[in-house]
């Protein structure tokens, strides 16, 4: 079963480039990544989505490695609100886990 | 603005209480999916539905029910209430069917209700 790790809570600086790693060993061969964001008290908003090698939007890249075990998400030039809580996904069984994701905390 | 309604915004009630929160996906949307948000658990997937037929179905509890009416919008009814359900709840919808995250299947979430169950 695909499940997703990812660390729990970052710290950065505005106009720094901030990237959030997610580890998925067990990614099926179909499955997607696909990753939100989280404003308090708001519901979570697409980001960006990829399936190997490298994905560009304007707000975001995402990054995965041949072996797709792994995914980075890649924030560049972070501003105060871009503090939130981003998750990574995996589909699992035609389930979406969500999981606890990573509290990103931007500092002036 | 996602485009995603749900009504209402806050629910306050007591416990072994009954309450129903409704959802209107996206024009054009015919998959719905509900979430739990509580403050240790994250967010949880609960159920989806599709042009009114469940779709899959997540850690829903047997005291929850949920359907999708015909013109496409959907209620999540929660029954003899407890303090642990107390939650923020949220409704997605998504163009598409089956495994929701394949690609351009993106999911647009409503605000959500929070219940508070005292």
């Known amino acids: 079963l695909a499940k997703t790790t990812q660390p729990i809570s970052m710290d950065s600086y505005e106009g720094q480039e901030v990237n959030i790693t997610c580890s998925h060993n067990?990614?099926?061969?179909?499955?997607?990544i696909t990753w939100y964001q989280q404003f308090p008290s708001q519901g979570p908003r697409f980001i960006i989505q990829?399936?190997?090698t490298k994905v560009t939007n304007e707000v975001a890249s995402l990054f995965i490695p041949a072996d797709r075990k792994s995914s980075t998400l890649s924030l560049p030039r972070v501003s105060l609100s871009d503090t939130a809580v981003y998750y990574c996904?995996?589909?699992?069984?035609?389930?979406?886990?969500f999981g606890k994701g990573t509290r990103l905390h931007i500092l002036p | 603005d996602s485009g995603v309604t749900q009504t209402p915004k806050h629910l306050i009630t007591a416990t072994g209480q009954r309450v129903t929160l409704r959802c209107s996906p996206r024009?054009?949307?015919?998959?719905v999916y509900w979430y739990q948000q509580s403050l240790d658990q994250g967010l949880q997937f609960l159920i989806q539905?599709?042009?009114?037929?469940?779709?899959a179905k997540g850690n829903i509890l047997e005291r929850f029910s949920a359907q999708q009416f015909p013109d496409l919008h959907s209620e999540l009814n929660l029954s003899s209430l407890e303090l642990g359900d107390s939650a923020l709840y949220f409704c997605?919808?998504?163009?598409?069917?089956?495994?929701?995250?394949?690609?351009?299947?993106?999911?647009?979430f409503g605000p959500g209700t929070r219940l508070t169950v005292l």
């Open positions: 997605a919808s998504s163009v598409a069917s089956g495994r929701a995250l394949k690609p351009q299947n993106e999911q647009f």
């Open positions: 067990n990614i099926a061969t179909n499955d997607y």
């Open positions: 990829g399936y190997k």
């Open positions: 996904l995996v589909e699992r069984d035609d389930k979406i886990i």
């Open positions: 024009s054009g949307d015919l998959s």
């Open positions: 539905y599709y042009n009114g037929e469940e779709r």
